[in-house]
């Protein structure tokens, strides 16, 4: 019986990785001393970097000071005028709880600080933090895309470079925000597929490639208060295209906005109540896990002076302990087989979770599934939680 051999290839692979393991243990213990002794010393650093400044290294006329005397005291007053949340949302207890292990949750007032501030904002965070899912809703719960505020009444629209990844962001957003679907607050728009409901949807998730297409029918994007590029650091043709149309944009609006301003004070514009298309600032938040910071900081020519260098906030990665194990013995004629006998193992042996085996295609995949069926058909996985 192939089960019966398999069972005996795993005894005889016991040993090596408990030898394994305890190798592996003891060398974590011999290390915690020298990260102790390297906590101690990065934090004396930056205890160092952390003075005051002297007035002979940097002055009050130093652009830099300036820059950032600039930008705080920006801050400070959008911060004033505008609370982080107007818009009252309920989510289910399932969902407010995943939402509080989320590394980005805890920097929302930052985030939305920087937004209100600045028109571009450039945000960096590792795979899991929850930028793709969450900032689209701090911005709505900050009025963004409510008709209430005129100044952000305008679309949410986030773009994707992939059409799965768009629908699929759009239904966890839904879902997040109490939504039954999508197709009412939340839509998405993709080649082929669309699901919107006119003025109805105010966050909308679409590929690259419509808001170009869309960019032909209205230059200035007035059907948008903000515009979120994810996964720019793919620099794909759509994604450095629009980048580079949005760098025009997002000042044409601002200085639109301005000169009406200006006009409406002098009594040359209707007042706000009046049935007149006014243009209002657009907001762009430029997102990635893993980005050259400095191509949008230091790039002249995309957000050219007077103009600032858009701020860049860092999320931290969700921190989880990982540990390798790497297999001795391993058939190379058969790895799903292999592959097979230490699912079994570790199912059976370690406790309740979720196993993830990579393969090369949908025939190793159902070859894979079908063999772990039989093994397990008198105890479902769900009893213990894997699969």
């Known amino acids: 019986d192939d089960d019966d051999n398999d069972d005996d290839n795993d005894d005889d692979s016991n040993d ?20 102790a002794k390297i906590t101690a010393a990065i934090a004396a650093a930056k205890s160092q970097l ?48 995943c939402r509080t292990g989320l590394p980005i949750v805890s920097m929302e007032s930052e985030i939305m600080e920087a937004v209100t501030a600045h028109d571009v904002i450039v945000l960096c965070g590792e ?22 505020y005129p100044e ?50 105010r966050l909308r998730f679409m590929t690259d490639g ?14 948008y208060s903000v515009l979120i590029v994810d996964e720019a650091h793919e620099r794909s043709l759509n994604t450095d295209l ?5 760098s025009r944009i997002v000042p044409l609006r601002r200085r639109m906005f301005e000169d009406q301003r ?24 430029i997102m990635s896990a893993t980005l050259r910071t400095q191509d949008f900081t230091e790039n002249a020519k995309m957000f050219p002076p007077p ?12 921190q989880y302990p990982v540990t390798i194990h790497f297999s001795k013995r391993t058939a190379m004629t058969d790895y799903v087989d292999a592959a097979f006998r230490k699912v079994s193992r570790i199912h059976r042996e370690l406790p309740a979770g979720g196993i993830l085996v990579f393969l090369t295609g949908q025939a190793e995949v159902m070859r894979l599934c079908q063999k772990l069926k039989r093994r397990f058909e008198s105890s479902s996985f769900s009893e213990k939680g894997g699969g």
């Open 50 to 97: 952390n003075l005051p400044l002297e007035p002979e290294t940097l002055s009050e006329a130093d652009p830099e000071v300036q820059l950032l005397r600039q930008r705080a005291l920006a801050a400070a007053a959008a911060a004033a005028a505008f609370p982080h949340r107007v818009v009252p949302v309920t989510r289910p207890a399932d969902i407010e709880e």
């Open 152 to 201: 952000r009444a305008g679309w949410i629209g986030v773009t994707q470079p992939r059409r799965v990844a768009a629908v699929s962001t759009a239904r966890r957003v839904a879902a997040e925000l109490g939504e039954a679907d999508v197709g009412g607050l939340v839509g998405y728009q993709v080649r082929y597929d669309r699901r919107t409901a006119g003025q109805t949807t």
């Open 16 to 35: 090596d990785e408990e030898d394994e393991f305890a190798r592996m243990k003891r060398k974590r213990e011999e290390s915690k001393g020298e990260r």
């Open 242 to 246: 629009l980048l580079g149309m949005l």
């Open 262 to 285: 200006r006009m409406e004070a002098a009594g040359k514009l209707p007042p706000p109540s009046a049935a007149f298309r006014r243009i209002y600032p657009l907001k762009l938040i």
């Open 127 to 148: 795979t899991g933090c929850g930028k793709t899912t969450q900032v689209p809703q701090f911005l709505f719960e900050a009025g963004f895309g409510c008709t209430d």
């Open 210 to 223: 419509i808001v170009l297409r869309q960019l032909q029918e209205d230059f200035l994007l007035g059907m």
């Open 307 to 318: 103009s600032l260098p858009p701020p860049v906030i860092k999320v931290p990665a969700r």
